[in-house]
């Protein structure tokens, strides 16, 4: 029996380090603001997916003047988030009621692909979490005092979104403490006592955070295009 298939997007940035009066999720990408490429991803895995969206109050505004102008019809369940990451997905996961799978993702991570989301699925359904992860591509070194020493790379990985739960043990998970090493949910997950799976990400899966990463992902659309 398939389980329901909920998406949390959260989109709470500033722009600040993209220099930016427009908040990052709201910056227009090759014709739409980055936070619809997002959601529009969720969308083309599964028609009917559950998506509830977070974000500040003082955007909610913003949101329905995008959905009106660019004839958005998805229905949307919005959720107003809270002072931190942490407290938004915990209020986003409020507006989840009984059992399933959820997805969270940043709101800031247009290129996701169909392929990751139903594989961030998948897994969730086997291991009860499925975070996506690439491993480095570069040599790392570790700052001990006064010097530095290599590290291997291939024990490492970097994290990505989604990351996909069981919604009850997700929602349990956030029930404890909030402090500020708890920086995504697999974090939180794990501090909850509860094991992490990782699965192969993408490299083109970029989390929008500077204006070069905005360059990239336009670059990576305009080619994706042309396909």
């Known amino acids: 029996m398939n389980r ?11 722009g600040t380090r993209m220099k930016s009066k427009i908040p990052k999720q709201f910056i227009e990408l090759q014709g739409l603001p980055v936070l619809l490429h997002t959601i529009n991803a969720f969308f083309r895995y599964k ?15 913003t949101w329905h003047a995008i959905v009106k102008k660019y004839n958005f ?3 949307i369940t919005l959720q107003q988030g809270g002072d931190s990451r942490f407290q938004s997905v915990k209020k986003g996961l409020e507006k989840i009621a ?3 799978l959820v997805a969270i993702h940043d709101g800031v991570r247009p290129l996701v692909s169909e392929a990751i989301i139903a594989e961030s ?36 990985r970097l994290i990505q ?4 739960f069981e919604v009850q043990l997700i929602k349990k998970a956030y029930e404890i403490p909030e402090d500020a090493s708890l920086t995504d949910d697999a974090s939180v997950a794990e501090r909850a ?27 990576m659309l305009q080619a994706n295009s042309r396909l």
């Not at 979104?161 to 996909?164: G, V």
Request: without cysteine; hydrophobic residues 40%; glycine residues 8%.
């Open 4 to 14: 329901p298939e909920y998406a949390l997007i959260v989109a709470g940035g500033k």
């Open 47 to 61: 028609s009917d997916i559950a998506v509830v969206l977070v974000l500040p109050q003082q955007d909610f505004e």
């Open 73 to 75: 019809t998805h229905p």
């Open 98 to 100: 009984g059992n399933g």
């Open 121 to 156: 699925f998948r897994l969730a359904a086997q291991s009860r979490s499925a975070v996506a992860a690439v491993p480095l591509k570069e040599s790392i070194r570790i700052e001990e005092g006064n010097s530095t020493r290599a590290l291997d790379r291939s024990q490492y």
């Open 161 to 164: 979104t989604p990351q996909t």
């Open 193 to 219: 006592g509860h094991a992490i799976t990782l699965f192969e990400g993408s490299y083109r899966n970029i989390k929008i955070t500077t204006e070069e990463d905005l360059v990239i992902a336009g670059a």
